[in-house]
């Protein structure tokens, strides 16, 4: 499993949105500043966590962004597989479960491979927004 600088940016923007959750709206331009993304990248990331209904967009001259479900309603590996795809590091997990079933020669290798996709979604699938952001530094 590899996640993207794109990722890894949708995860910062949405942890700063948790930040502000849920009394504020925040301009793309002040994540930008905050967590020091480019701007630019960073709209396109907004409107791919917007089209997924993670977050919503306001207009206006207050406008900006914000979640749009609480903070520990929104999980990790939710958004990685939103932005990055698949969490297996071959494939993905159906995928690989067909080949540890149909080959038998190199089960243990696909087994394997299973194996670190489950314990890496176990992980993400449990973590959300709001345990980064509420986590001691």
Known sequence: ???SQRGLYALQALTALARQHPSGVTRIRDIAAEERLPEKFLENILLDLKRARIVVSVRGAHGGYQLNR??????????????DGPLAPFEDAESLRRRVQQDPKHRPLFQVLLDVRNAAAGILDHTSIADLCCSPN
């Open 1 to 3: 499993m590899r996640i």
């Open 70 to 83: 609480a903070p520990a309603e929104i999980f990790l590996g939710d958004v990685i597989r939103r932005i």
